[in-house]
Nanobody, 113 residues
Framework: QVQLVESGGGLVQPGGSLRLSCAAS????????MDWYRQAPGKQRERVAT???????NYADSVKGRFTISRDNAKSTVYLQMNSLKPEDTAVYYC???????WGQGTQVTVSS
């Protein structure tokens, strides 16, 4: 079956950095564009970044210039490098193969001093 395992979250001070990973199995990873989403308490899940099968990227305005999405098809893994983190980035982060209902358990990111 399809599994998505997100990791790399944690507690970080404002201005800090984290690198999230999402390892996929049970799908042909290279066929899918991949999204990173996040959901903060009391808020709807929002798309943060997308990477296509060809490596083109797209970002939400709120993270543009601070976050970078990348992928390693050989490892069936998508990454999210997050720099200059702000308290408003606090959320559970999820990866998602575009146009599928596959979700992992998410990884918690908390930005606080």
């Amino acid at each position: 079956q399809v599994q998505l395992v997100e990791s790399g979250g944690g507690l970080v001070q404002p201005g800090g950095s984290l690198r999230l990973s999402c390892a996929a199995s049970g799908i042909f990873f290279g066929f899918y564009a991949m999204d990173w989403y996040r959901q903060a308490p009391g808020k709807q899940r929002e798309r943060v970044a997308t990477i296509t099968t060809g490596g083109s990227t797209n970002y939400a305005d709120s993270v543009k210039g601070r976050f970078t999405i990348s992928r390693d098809n050989a490892k069936s893994t998508v990454y999210l490098q997050m720099n200059s983190l702000k308290p408003e980035d606090t959320a559970v982060y999820y990866c998602n193969p575009v146009n599928t209902r596959y979700w992992g358990q998410g990884t918690q990111v908390t930005v606080s001093s």
